[in-house]
């Protein structure tokens, strides 16, 4: 198997969310409930390994901090709409804006950022790929779903 970068690990997670988000739509209540609760976990921590690891990486070999800058507003948006659901129940109108904003902020990481990341010569996209997955790895299994 070839190594992997780490836009194509950013992007599997972004690939589960949406399956998981579709997956919502059609659940019964119990099950929505459960599926909130990996949304959120899934989401939280994929936010937090790009916030610690992949935009600082990427801030510094291309300097681009309007588009940083607007990335970490759209997660800050996601961590709102998150800590809405932490009461417990699993709100329909909530999951529809949260779907809804991360479909947005996940279509500018592939159109934009991913893209932009490949053709920039300093970033090492393996190396970022192998520390991404070990931070997640760590925080997975300090909060397991
Ligand atoms: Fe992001
Ligand atoms: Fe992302």
Do not use: N, W
Not at 33 to 42: F, G, N, V
Not at 94 to 112: C, F, N, S, T
Request: glycine share 4%; net charge negative.
């Amino acid at each position: 198997m070839p190594q992997q970068d780490a836009c194509t690990l950013l992007d599997e997670d972004h690939k589960k969310v949406e399956q998981l988000f579709k997956e919502y739509q059609s659940a019964d209540t119990a099950r929505k409930q459960q599926l909130a609760q990996t949304i959120a976990q899934e989401l939280s921590v994929h936010m937090q390994i790009e916030d610690e690891i992949f935009y600082p990486a990427f801030l510094d070999a291309t300097g681009d901090d309007d588009m940083i800058e607007e990335a970490e507003d759209e997660h800050d948006e996601a961590r709102e709409l998150i800590a809405r659901l932490e009461g417990g129940k699993a709100d329909d109108e909530v999951m529809k804006d949260l779907q809804k904003a991360i479909e947005h902020h996940v279509g500018e990481e592939r159109r934009e950022m991913f893209p932009k990341a490949r053709e920039t010569s300093g970033l090492d996209l393996v190396k970022l790929a192998q520390e991404l997955e070990a931070r997640k790895t760590e925080l997975m299994s300090d909060h397991p779903a």
